[in-house]
């Protein structure tokens, strides 16, 4: 009898959660966030969250943000760019409504590289069609590539999916909720 009462609450909740989602509009979309290590992404996760920089160390294994947006739940799943740990990212892609690949845009020395590991990425049949948004950040340092430069050495002029390249400065904020924003409409027509 518990069993069946805790069932029909659990459907009950379950329902009424999805009828709240519906009726007022916040729709849920799971993001993974990656990059080569030291990009900026754990950074840029907590100043969305948060809206203020805090202090990170290098992330091993995964941080798990929700960011509520113009209507959109992001669960953002950061996961940490090391060469060793990048071969797990490929377990970050099931049911995604969008992917943040973040560079950065100051480290020119490591492009070609960042070039290599995002074509990895994006021959990954999951991610078939899910939108690309890719955060340049660390512009507000002296030698930042302007992102025509960046988008040109990941070769994105040949990528069919949807995509875009944003300018940001995590200390700043500068840029980042203009991505979001980019993100958030590619994501409602994906999933439409």
Not at 77 to 92: A, E, M, S, T
Not at 108 to 134: F, H, K, Q, T
Request: proline share 4%.
């Amino acid at each position: 009898m518990f069993d069946s009462i805790t069932r029909m609450f659990s459907s009950f909740k379950l329902k009424i959660g999805k009828l709240f989602n519906t009726s007022w509009g916040v729709r849920d979309a799971r993001i993974t966030m990656i990059g080569l290590d030291a990009a900026g992404k754990s950074t840029m996760l907590y100043k969305l969250r948060l809206g203020e920089i805090v202090s990170t160390i290098p992330t091993i294994g995964f941080n798990v943000e929700t960011v509520e947006f113009k209507g959109v739940r992001f669960n953002c799943w950061d996961v940490g760019g090391q060469d060793k740990i990048r071969p797990l990212w490929r377990h970050y892609y099931k049911n995604l409504g969008g992917l943040i690949y973040v560079i950065d845009a100051n480290d020119r020395d490591r492009l070609s590289e960042a070039r290599d590991e995002l074509n990895n990425v994006l021959g990954a049949p999951e991610l078939a069609g899910v939108p690309l948004l890719i955060m340049a950040n660390k512009m507000d340092l002296p030698y930042a590539l302007p992102v025509s430069d960046i988008a040109a050495a990941l070769g994105l002029a040949a990528e069919t999916r949807p995509w875009y390249i944003q300018a940001t400065s995590c200390l700043s904020g500068d840029g980042l909720y203009e991505g979001l924003d980019w993100l958030r409409t590619a994501h409602l027509d994906f999933v439409s």
